[in-house]
C-alpha cells in the first residue's frame, strides 16, 4: 500500500460517523463487535462492514479467541493521517499569508 492509498484509506474510513464512533470506542479500550453494537441501531452484519473498512485501512486490528473477536486501536495510523494534515495546513496558511502580504 503506498502512502497515498494509505491515507485514502484512512480518510475513507473516517469519513463515516459511525466509524468515527468506533474509533472513539477504540480510542478508550478494546472490544468485542457485541461491545462496540451497543451504542448503535444497526444490525451486526452492518458494523462487521464498517468494521471491516475500518481494519483494512490499518486503524483497527482484530484478534479471535474462541469466538469472540477483539478489535483495538492502531495509533499510528492516526497520527500519519494527522501529519498529512498538519502539513496541509502549513501549505494553505503559507498561502493565505501571501495574500495578505
Known amino acids: 500500500m503506498t502512502a497515498a492509498t ?3 484509506a484512512t480518510f ?4 463515516d460517523p459511525t ?5 472513539e470506542q477504540l480510542s478508550i ?3 468485542s463487535m457485541t461491545e462496540l453494537s451497543r451504542p448503535f441501531d444497526i444490525s451486526l452484519p452492518t458494523l462487521s ?4 473498512i475500518v481494519e483494512r485501512s490499518g486503524l483497527v486490528r482484530s484478534a479471535k ?4 473477536r477483539t478489535y483495538r486501536l492502531v495509533p499510528g495510523k492516526l ?3 494527522e501529519s498529512w494534515l498538519s502539513k496541509q495546513r502549513t501549505l494553505w496558511q503559507r ?4 495574500l495578505d502580504g
Open 6 to 8: 494509505s491515507i485514502d
Open 12 to 15: 475513507r474510513a473516517l469519513g
Open 19 to 23: 466509524r468515527r464512533r468506533v474509533i
Open 29 to 31: 479500550k478494546p472490544a
Open 49 to 52: 462492514k464498517h468494521l471491516g
Open 65 to 68: 479467541v474462541g469466538r469472540v
Open 79 to 81: 497520527e500519519s493521517a
Open 95 to 98: 498561502r493565505l499569508d501571501q
